[in-house]
């Protein structure tokens, strides 16, 4: 099973989603990051779910584990919390997405568990999307995914 990590991000001046995207045994398979235009962090952390997902099937991966930091996304895919009519529409393109694989979860990840998606998220890439494969990673990057592969312990303050 593939795992898709998604991370959304908002600034003042920018609204932005990512994800990376690795195999069963942790070996990343491409990065992605893209510029949106709504004003709502559920609202990216959902068109990183919904990107990630779609990339996914472009790559003939029908098994995926679907980790966010965000746990209002995962409970409102869940089906476990109504939906907001603010993403209704890009809920139920996700759905559509989910019909077309064959095995799928949701997993609600702590943020310091979400930081190479968080990075990914945050780089500014202009006005519209990449797709950033292993070779090309950024060294910074490239230390977060192996802290998380070594199972590197973060502790959250107080």
Not at 42 to 61: P, Q, V
Not at 123 to 148: K, S, T, V
Request: proline share 4%; net charge negative.
């Amino acid at each position: 099973m593939a795992a898709l990590h998604c991370d959304g991000s908002l600034t003042a001046d920018r609204a932005a989603y990512g994800g990376l995207m690795h195999n069963n045994m942790g070996v990343p398979i491409l990065a992605y990051v893209g510029k949106g235009v709504e004003a709502s962090v559920l609202s990216m952390e959902l068109l990183a779910i919904h990107r990630g997902l779609s990339l996914c099937l472009e790559k003939d991966i029908h098994s995926v584990s679907i980790r966010s930091d965000s746990k209002l996304a995962v409970d409102i895919l869940m089906g476990s919390i109504t939906c907001p009519w603010s993403v209704y529409v890009l809920k139920c393109q996700i759905g559509a997405l989910l019909h077309h694989l064959s095995h799928k979860e949701f997993r609600h990840v702590w943020r310091e568990l979400n930081q190479p998606e968080d990075f990914i998220a945050s780089i500014n890439n202009g006005d519209g999307e990449a797709i950033i494969h292993p070779l090309e990673f950024p060294e910074d990057l490239m230390r977060l995914i192996h802290d998380d592969a070594s199972k590197k312990t973060y502790f959250r303050p107080p």
